[in-house]
């Protein structure tokens, strides 16, 4: 997906700046022990921009929300709503994931 596509779908709705806080860490924990803690790839696939360029957000969204049977990809409905899961989708597309601090 191209940047312009990006830009075309309704953006994600922001969530509050706290609970942006838990979502990032949750990537960084969670997602990263198998995507890589710098989202570079590992046992999962690169987390970056230029990986999920030309991937549709909504199929995206999916597989983090439903995870991937038959693979190490839990979902994480549990953990967040869709409206989270596509704005943290929306960060990942763009680039702008920053760092979170270890507590």
Do not use: N, Y
């Not at 038959?70 to 704005?87: H, I, L, N, S, V």
Request: charged content about 15%; proline content about 13%.
């Amino acid at each position: 997906m191209t940047a312009t596509a990006i830009a075309a779908e309704p953006p994600a709705a922001t969530p509050a700046p706290a609970r942006q806080a838990e979502l990032f860490r949750l990537l960084r924990d969670d997602c990263g022990a198998c995507h890589g803690m710098t989202l570079q790839g590992g046992l999962g696939s690169p987390l970056t921009a230029a990986a999920l360029a030309d991937k549709p957000r909504d199929g995206l969204v999916a597989t983090v929300l439903q995870g991937r049977p038959g693979t190490a990809m839990p979902p994480w409905q549990p953990f967040m709503t869709q409206d989270e899961a596509r704005w943290l989708i929306d960060r990942l597309q763009s680039g702008h994931v920053p760092a979170v601090p270890k507590p």
